[in-house]
């Protein structure tokens, strides 16, 4: 697997999250994963254990060979390996403001080339999002006699990001440029050339398909129908336990529920919102468009509850729920940080989730979420369509674990949840929704199975 973040390491979003589970999941199906990621400035080798393996390895880039080394540690029993290139890498932060293109073509030229050095010859390239989709095409024009029998299987996790840059960089590996093309694009190119192609949910792998959530590039995916499939995320059953998590007020339990309360005062009191019996709505996200964020507005706020945002993102977006939390300081609260701790508390404190997404291809909160008790509001795109069940709305035999709405709209969303706020004044029925959330199974290891498929089918 090569991956630009992985969890614990360097996190900027959910690929992190994914790449430091998916890879634990295999392995205890008898795959032998490694993985490969830059080694960022920010990265703390003393605390992870992280000793150089190899120095001085040659790279062809740009019409010389390039020397990077490797780095190596074990997470979770999986040999994660890093390679360090300090003009592309040696900064603190994973990515640049200016075109990161450049970058991560090199570290994909890299990652192919330390593997003969690490006696590695895999039958499969997993690669992750647009960083590392430019791998299939370098496999496909390399005539290295250890690069011929490798497949490829990628991964987009979001389409909206792509890796356009200009056709100039093909020639540092050696291409010439596309005939008529001004752009480059890494994503096309992966999409192209990988033997396989999967997105992170059913619903989304067939949303791409057209102009809405195609992001420009739903003619090529259409061509390329036969080898696109959606794979759904799973996340960390161990870490996302309300029983075992020492880092909220009060642990509980799907069969005792008392400490949830505890965990709801505690919050209260922490983000400083009056000590209320009405239900808590929180929210954690990147406050970008694509979280639907323009739909908190004073309407929604009005509600019958609470509301407790945790995140960080676009200015107008922080500036608009701020504005909010001065006007009604009582009931909402907006916390403008990345904090894992309070994170934590959001996920068991609150009654309500909120996931008013525009797209989503998979998500992983409202799964978190649910895992804690909280139940989902949610919007039916991508993955959301695939994990939260409205019995009721959606006239299908199901377990009810939540709420969802159709139209990106403020009444859309409003409607959804005055439907949450008014169930959850019914105790009992409220409790039933809870445990159906808490007792699903979305560990890695159903995905894990159908990743191992997916690997058979990129072999043939």
């Not at 035999?397 to 709405?405: A, P, V, W």
Request: with cysteine; charged share 25%; aromatic share 10%.
């Amino acid at each position: 697997m090569v991956t630009a973040e992985m969890a614990p390491f360097a996190k900027v979003g959910g690929l992190a999250d994914v790449l430091g589970s998916l890879p634990m999941a295999l392995k205890k199906n008898n795959c032998d994963v490694r993985i490969v990621m830059p080694l960022y400035g920010l990265i703390d080798k003393e605390k992870y254990n992280i000793q150089k393996k190899f120095a001085n390895i040659a790279v062809p880039f740009a019409d010389k060979m390039v020397k990077v080394n490797v780095w190596e540690t074990s997470f979770k029993s999986v040999k994660v390996y890093f390679i360090e290139y300090s003009k592309y890498f040696g900064k603190k932060d994973v990515y640049i403001h200016d075109d990161n293109a450049e970058r991560y073509l090199f570290f994909s030229q890299a990652s192919l080339y330390v593997l003969p050095v690490l006696k590695f010859q895999p039958d499969i390239i997993h690669c992750h999002d647009y960083h590392t989709s430019m791998i299939p095409l370098l496999l496909k024009s390399s005539n290295y006699e250890y690069f011929k029998n490798i497949k490829t299987v990628l991964t987009i996790h979001n389409l909206q990001y792509q890796g356009k840059t200009s056709q100039k960089v093909l020639e540092l590996i050696g291409l010439d440029r596309d005939v008529g093309e001004k752009t480059l694009n890494f994503m096309e190119k992966g999409i192209v050339y990988a033997n396989q192609v999967n997105t992170v949910s059913p619903t989304y792998s067939k949303e791409i398909f057209g102009k809405l959530f195609g992001a420009g590039l739903e003619k090529l995916l259409l061509k390329n129908k036969n080898k696109v499939s959606g794979i759904l995320n799973g996340i960390d059953m161990d870490f996302f336990n309300p029983a075992k998590d020492k880092l909220i007020a009060k642990k509980y339990s799907s069969d005792n529920l008392t400490g949830k309360k505890i965990n709801k005062t505690k919050l209260q009191e922490l983000v400083g919102l009056e000590m209320s019996s009405k239900p808590l709505v929180g929210l954690i996200s990147r406050f970008v468009e694509q979280k639907g964020l323009g739909l908190i507005t004073e309407e929604i706020i009005n509600l019958d509850c609470q509301f407790v945002f945790l995140g960080t993102g676009d200015k107008k977006y922080e500036d608009l729920l701020k504005k909010l939390a001065k006007q009604y300081p009582q009931k909402v609260s907006v916390q403008n940080k990345f904090d894992i701790k309070l994170a934590q508390l959001i996920y068991a404190g609150s009654d309500i989730f909120l996931m008013p997404s525009r797209f989503e291809p998979c998500g992983l909160g409202q799964m978190i979420a649910m895992r804690y008790g909280t139940v989902p509001v949610v919007r039916a795109v991508g993955g959301l369509v695939d994990t939260v069940f409205e019995c009721e709305a959606r006239h299908v035999r199901c377990q009810m674990n939540g709420f969802s709405f159709e139209t990106m709209t403020i009444k859309g969303l409003k409607d959804a949840l005055k439907r949450a706020i008014a169930l959850y004044s019914n105790s009992d029925e409220w409790k039933k929704i809870q445990r159906t959330g808490m007792t699903t199974d979305f560990s890695w290891n159903h995905s894990a199975q159908r990743y191992i498929e997916l690997y058979k089918k990129a072999l043939k």
